[in-house]
């Protein structure tokens, strides 16, 4: 079987992250490292990483030549990609399975995806 890479996109928002008390937070941290150290003794693990306050964005588009760049992230929600981890899984079950391992999963949602290959046939 040939693996297939899968990006699990974590989501969070303010209220959530808010509501979290210290020792929450710190359990969440603990439990991405131990998840993290497990897919790399695995060797599932591509690449993993956090990402900036929404707040720190910016979108950009171009209409009629013109590029047009504005603050924050582009979608009206409360919910924001805060993280990602990209794994290399044998079928869309395991990828689900860490997934659902994510401390993320409790609180708000992670979304697993099939990663496209240069073929770009599975759409």
């Not at 974590?10 to 808010?18: L, M, T």
Request: charged letters at 25%; hydrophobic letters at 40%; proline letters at 5%.
């Amino acid at each position: 079987m040939v693996p297939v890479k899968y990006v699990l996109l974590i989501y969070s928002n303010p209220e959530s992250w808010a509501s979290l008390s210290a020792e929450q937070r710190d359990g969440l941290s603990r439990a991405h490292e131990d998840l993290t150290r497990e897919l790399v003794e695995q060797g599932l693990l591509v690449s993993a990483a956090g990402l900036a306050d929404p707040i720190t964005s910016r979108t950009v588009s171009v209409r009629d030549d013109t590029t047009t760049t504005t603050d924050g992230p582009y979608a009206e929600a409360k919910e924001h990609l805060a993280g990602f981890y990209l794994v290399e899984c044998d079928d869309i079950d395991q990828a689900i399975g860490y997934a659902a391992r994510m401390p993320d999963a409790k609180y708000v949602a992670v979304e697993v995806r099939p990663v496209m290959d240069t073929s770009g046939l599975e759409m």
